[in-house]
């Protein structure tokens, strides 16, 4: 039990164009879902924290408008990278805390982002 | 949340014991030490945390000092397939949902043949 999903694994495209990914609990519900970022050989940063049903919440230093999150239902946040840049290109991974589990997170596989 | 320190990369023999060591000094008497590791180019995943008392599950063991200013997590019989970084955490529990993880460098484990 307690499955993260994410999707795409990978993606590749142009600079100034939007990419969406998606993070599923499989077989849980997550009222609570976090995006972290990290870069090679650096650890995960948390982005930003995503609240099912209201806004997410910023770390300091994350764009609200370039990073956009949405957390429509118990077991789906999205996160899109609008009018991505090659700066952007990181690995991004999401987690899901199991209210069951003690709130263990459980985090999904990661998507590689790469914007040429 | 405490800080951790824990050594940079370490080498283990497969099919020996994995000692990690993590030192958190300032740890609070409500905060947990978390353990989760990352294999490359995947997500982190959980293995095991504690309190003050020693812990054991499928994966691993936790070994806590008695004044729990650092622990150990000790991996019985190393696999290569257990190379990774491992991450230990410090904060208080995760008693909801909000609560999120700070990362820190981790130990890279190099388990070799």
């Known amino acids: 039990g307690a499955v993260v999903s994410q999707h795409p694994s990978w993606v590749i495209c142009k600079s100034g164009t939007s990419v969406k990914i998606e993070c599923r609990s499989l077989?849980?519900?997550?009222?609570?879902m976090f995006w972290y970022r990290q870069f090679p050989k650096q650890s995960l940063m948390l982005m930003a924290t995503?609240?099912?049903?209201?806004?997410?919440?910023?770390e300091q230093g994350v764009e609200k408008d370039k990073f956009l999150i949405n957390h429509a239902s118990l077991t789906l946040s999205t996160l899109t990278v609008t009018s991505a840049h090659p700066e952007d290109s990181s690995f991004y991974i999401c987690?899901?805390?199991?209210?069951?589990?003690?709130?263990?997170?459980?985090f999904g596989p990661g998507t590689r982002l790469t914007v040429t | 949340d405490a800080k951790t320190t824990q050594p940079t990369s370490m080498d283990c023999a497969e099919g020996r014991a994995a000692n990690l060591p993590c030192n958190h000094s300032?740890?609070?008497?409500?905060?947990?030490v978390y353990w989760y590791r990352q294999i490359h180019s995947q997500g982190p995943q959980y293995i095991i945390h504690?309190?003050?008392n020693n812990e054991t599950n499928e994966m691993a063991s936790l070994i806590i000092t008695e004044d729990r200013k650092s622990s150990t997590l000790i991996l019985p019989h190393a696999t290569l397939r257990d190379t990774a970084v491992y991450y230990c955490?410090?904060?208080?529990?995760?008693?909801?949902?909000?609560?999120?993880?700070?990362f820190g460098g981790g130990t890279r484990l190099m388990v070799k043949p």
């Open positions: 077989d849980f519900q997550a009222t609570t």
């Open positions: 995503s609240n099912e049903g209201s806004k997410a919440t910023y």
């Open positions: 955490i410090v904060r208080v529990a995760l008693n909801n949902a909000g609560n999120m993880l700070t």
């Open positions: 504690g309190l003050k």
């Open positions: 987690s899901a805390s199991h209210p069951g589990g003690g709130y263990e997170q459980y």
């Open positions: 300032t740890i609070s008497g409500n905060e947990y």
